[in-house]
């Protein structure tokens, strides 16, 4: 499906029911956006991870603008475009305030969005993610700790914005698949990474040496979020290191963080069944206390 917001389109999709049947009544679920991470994939790994989180609250997935199904001129590639589609989305919908899920660069998204559109957010979840431009030096630094030669010079190549076709894209993932994930993750599979679209010039857009995630800073905004927020980190992740985490939990005035110690960047993949319960019942206990 096609909304067209603003000066572009963006596909999204819906899984699980808003209004489900309780005895003599419809109760109403929470509606959740899916906030996909790259920037340069899109919403499909998403669906192979939070699915089940479709028996708890109806989800919307969506592609960035220029990115899978959704359009844009890549000129307009850029963090605030990326917010400003978010809200106009949400409200092309019908919907009111939205449980915000974002996922590593997703997650910078919907931090910004819950900042700058508090009324528009009743619960935040950040998955994985940063909010400062910092974490580049520190995820070269980690790369050379644990990587291999291989792995440093493919994450050279992403920051000096090399990874200029879907081939390159896809043998990048492959190499670097156990610095994101712990355990096998089907989302970075050959399989996986064939069903994405994937999008290069997004993905230099914003990591490369003039990209939009060079000096970004959201630490002066954290303040204006009123969403409770879930924080989580894992351990071992390397491009959205625990660290940044740890720091926008001490920034932000209502933040619950969770460190998952057996994690890398793909959480969901690596502790699929506690990061689901995580997620599911900090959203049904915040619902109880309002």
């Known amino acids: 499906m096609y909304a067209k917001v603003r ?15 309780e005895g003599s009544r419809m109760r109403e679920r929470p ?40 359009r844009g001129d890549p000129k307009t590639y850029t963090l605030d475009e990326n917010i400003e589609d978010m809200e106009a989305l949400r409200q092309s919908l019908g919907l009111g305030p939205i449980v915000s899920i974002g996922t590593s660069y997703g997650g910078t998204v919907a931090l910004a969005h819950a900042a700058r559109y508090p009324a528009s957010v ?38 000096a914005g090399r990874i200029d076709t879907e081939g390159k894209m896809r043998a990048y993932f492959l190499a670097m698949g156990d610095l994101y994930a712990r355990v096998a993750d089907p989302a970075l599979s050959e399989i996986g990474l064939r069903r994405a679209i994937l999008s290069p010039e997004a993905l230099n857009r914003a990591h490369g040496p003039e990209g939009i995630l ?77």
């Open 7 to 21: 000066d572009t389109e963006l596909f999204f999709d819906i899984e699980g029911a808003g209004l489900v049947p």
């Open 31 to 70: 509606t959740a956006f899916l906030v996909h991470g790259g920037p340069g994939v899109d919403h499909s790994g998403l669906k192979a991870r939070y699915g089940k989180l479709a028996e708890k609250m109806q989800l919307v997935y969506f592609d960035h603008r220029g990115q899978g199904r959704s």
């Open 122 to 159: 009743s619960h935040l979840i950040l998955v994985a993610t940063v909010c400062h431009a910092g974490y580049i030096q520190r995820a070269k630094e980690l790369v050379a700790e644990r990587g291999t030669a291989e792995q440093v010079k493919y994450c050279e190549d992403l920051f």
């Open 214 to 290: 060079r000096n970004y800073d959201l630490r002066p905004e954290l303040g204006r979020v009123t969403a409770p927020t879930l924080i989580l980190a894992g351990r071992y992740d390397w491009i959205c290191p625990p660290e940044f985490s740890e720091e926008m939990a001490r920034l932000m005035p209502d933040a619950d963080l969770r460190i998952f110690e057996y994690s890398a960047h793909s959480i969901a993949g690596d502790e699929p069944e506690r990061f689901l319960d995580a997620v599911a019942g900090f959203v049904v206990y915040k619902n109880r206390r309002v």
